[in-house]
């Protein structure tokens, strides 16, 4: 079922939903299992996989030189959507991106979504490199994550790359991503908000939010939304703080700030255990007052670790 079909069906009441990572290559599938279970007993209608590009890595030859490898260090995103179907009878929403993949293969991929019965992609962009310090599309792939949708949206109208085939329309339901705080590539909000809304305009059915600590920015997006016309629903993304290090990583990597109030809780804690604490706390706080502004679900970044978040849901849902 599409999201935007979850989110009818729960009359405003808010649902849960969380993202996971697919295991690191070699790793095992359980893991990823372990880390759904304790959650599934908060009935989430979906749960995100997400997508990663390819890596460089550098591999010692015998004469001593260093080679450079490409490879990709958690594949499996469509093997783990069918997991999830199969394992859990819950709506697996993949995630899609233009980094790294040409048009073909993301052609191939959208055949295999749809040959097992998955209703919903997340099309995003996708990031640099690690390595590279800039966003560089592949050379037979998408620039943005507007020129990945019209590649669904074609697919879903039967075109495909080189033949058109009116028997095979899919009909992936399509998400895209919002910034409350801004993408940090984009010169201002309101030239950010320009191409969500192109976005929106062409067909994307919600939207789901970078991570935020403040739900004022997250109020604000919603607002300067509505008045730009984007009317679809509006997902928060949540994630909460749980080591020391997150107050300098998550802004650095997620380009988001922190209030004042959570940097001073976190400025008094003498170890990671008191860090959970007060991440654990404030993410609760934030959960409540977005529920209580009837948000149309709750979505965690889990990092494919689900305690700290079952004890946030179980204060909740
Ligand atoms: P785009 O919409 O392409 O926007 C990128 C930048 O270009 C923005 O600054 C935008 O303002 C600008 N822009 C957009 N369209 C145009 C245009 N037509 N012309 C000129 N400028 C334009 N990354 C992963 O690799 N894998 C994942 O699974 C993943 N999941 C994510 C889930 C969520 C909910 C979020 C919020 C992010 C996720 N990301 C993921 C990260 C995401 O890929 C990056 O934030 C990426 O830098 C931007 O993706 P986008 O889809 O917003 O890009």
Redesign the pocket.
Known sequence: MKVTQHIKRAKGKTLFSF?ILPPRKGENVNGIFEAIDPLMEFNPPFI?V????EEYIYKQRENGLLEKVTTRKRPGTVGICSAIMNKYGVDAVP?I???GFSKEETENALIDLDFLGIDNV??????AIKSEGK?VPDPHGHA???ELMQQVLDLNKGKYLHEEIESGATNFSIG????PEK????PSLK??MK??K??IDLGAEYV???MFFDNKKYFDFVDKCREAGINVPIIP?LKPITTLNHSTILPSIFHVDLPDDLVDALDKCKNNNDVKEVGVEWCIQQSKELMAAKVPCLHYYTMSKSSVIKRIASELF
């Open positions: 993202e995100d997400t997508y990663h590009r995630h991106i233009c980094g997340l099309v995003l962009r996708g990031d966003f943005y994550a507007v895209v991503a919002g910034y993408h940090f590539e984009a030239s950010d191409y969500l192109q976005k789901v939010t970078q993304g």
